[in-house]
Each structure stands twice: as C-alpha cells, then as structure tokens.
C-alpha cells in the first residue's frame, strides 16, 4: 500500500464522527481544544536556545469547496514587542506575515517542509505586511482580507481550496506569539463551517503556570499505510514530559529534549490506532516553573512522510479506551 496520506479519507471520517458542535465550528489557531496560548516565531538573529529552531512557521488554511463568500484571516498580536511577546534586550523584531493561494501554493513539496528553503513559498502572494514594534496592533487583531476561495488551490483530496500563511522573522531576535482565526467577517471572528487548519511543524509557547489542567496537545493523525511514527521535539528544556494517548493508549511517555537540542522517539502503530487522531500532550513539571518555555515538534511515518497537525482533529479528539484482553508489552517501535 502506497505511504501516501490519504487525505480524501480522512476528510470522510470527518464527516461521519461525531463531534461536538464547538470543534467543528472552532476556527482560532491554535483551537480551544489545543489549548496552547499562542504560536510563536523568532527575529532571524535570534538564538536557538530561546526555543525557535528555523524562525519561519507556516499554516495551512482549508476552505470547504461549498463556500463561496469571501473570507478574512486574522491575526491575534501581530506586532513584536508589549505584553504578550518575548523581549530580549530591546524591542528590535520585525515579523512578516505573507498569504499565499493559486497552483502549488500547497502542493509543492518545498511548501510542506520542515526549513524554510527551496520554493516554500510557492504559489500567488495574494498579501502581505511586516510588524515591527507597533502598539496599535499589541493585543489587538490585524485582518487580512477579503479573499475570495477560488484564489486558493484546489486540492481534490480536501475537496476545497488551500491557503497558506508564512509568519517569518525578518529583522531582530525578540519571540512572537499570535495566533489565527479563519473567519467570515473583517472586524469580527465568525467560524467558517467546515473550514480547517493545519501544520506540519508545530511551533508554540507553553503555559507560564503549572496548572496541572493546562496541558497542551496536538493531534497527528494515522492512515492506514501507518506501521509507526517518529516524533521530534525541539527545546522542550526538561519541562516536564510529552506523552501519547489513542484510543488504546492510556499514555505512552515520549524521550523529551533540553535545551537547544533535539530528542526522538518511535511509537509502533496499532491496528485499533489506523484512522484517528493521536493525542500528543504537553505537560509541565508542577515544580521548578519554567516560564517562556518555547517548543516546536514534528512527527513522520515510517516513509519520512510527515503528518499533519489539524487543529480540529481528524475524526475527534481521541478518547482512550480500555482493551482488557488486549496486552501491551512494549509500544516502543
């Protein structure tokens, strides 16, 4: 069987699972669900240490091919500097934020890298502006938009068109934390039914508490070509620990990395496991706070095909459960 990820399948599970009504109309980035404060993004002269390995994140927007309105995205804190970023030293960050639509705006392999090298930016530039340090725009929202959905690629596995946005530090070496929202108004956010958002490398800020209810997660979802995945976590600082839930995971503890370093692991895919989301879970020691702790995350299958990180989970959110005659004795690939 072909390692290809069966996208049009996918959407299909989508659609006849259950899902509760705020998940399919929740259109934030990162999603309710998700529960991570923000994205993030470094100045290009930062250091690596700071938790940021590439200075570049991309996100992909899905617009189902039935609707027709224009639509906006919106940025959350787009500017570097006040209450809600990084500072390192003085506040010298300019960030970018570039949407792009028409042909291999996604399709192109470059777009679906882990660097930002090659052709990543591929496709129309359809807009784009750079921050700096502009109070106006400090924990308020900046609107890209109107677009109309047919600008987008249409991609026959999502049955929709796809848009792609690129946050990239540009000057500086401060962090920046937004976040999205897909929605059908300008001034307002209002959810775009059946729209969706994806990454496939995840890059986010951690809480700055030790809550034990704020856990962060992800959601990868597994094909049925999937015989096990590889994840690779960047800069975590020894922040506690990740671990995995499924359906029959109860939760498996992932090797996390220190700082400024990378740590992997492999989870062997069971057959109950093939077509549904994993749940990748974040969660802090609750002693030794941490604070601005910045973490980034990728994981592949077995064909060094990377999964996508959907921020409404494919299939549902997924709920462990029991398999008494079941015995697992090693999920370590």
Known sequence: MSGKFHIAFLLSVLLITEVSIRNISAQPVPAWDENIPHLMTFGNEGATSWGDDDFSQTFFFKIPRNYTDPFYIRVFDPDTGGEVDELN???????????YGGAESYSHEDAKGLDPVGNYRSGVLLASRTFGNEMEYDNQWYTFGPFNPAEGEYVSDFDGYIFKIICEGEEGDDGNMYNYYLS???????????????????????????NPANIAHIYPYVDTATIFVKQRNFDWDNDGYIRVVSVVRKGQLQDVSGEDDW?????????EELNSSLDFQFIKNQSGLVRNNNVVISVENQYGELLPFFTIPIGGVPVYRAQPKVTRLNDNY
């Not at 506040?91 to 970018?96: E, V």
């Not at 740590?263 to 057959?271: G, N, W």
Request: hydrophobic letters at 30%; charged letters at 30%; a negative charge.
């Open 263 to 271: 740590a992997e692991s492999q989870i062997k895919i069971y057959d």
């Open 184 to 210: 059908r108004e300008g001034n307002e956010n209002v959810p775009i039914e059946d729209g969706n958002a994806f990454t496939y490398e995840y890059s986010f800020r951690m809480w700055n508490d030790n």
């Open 89 to 99: 030293g003085e506040w010298d960050t300019k960030m970018s934020y570039s949407i």
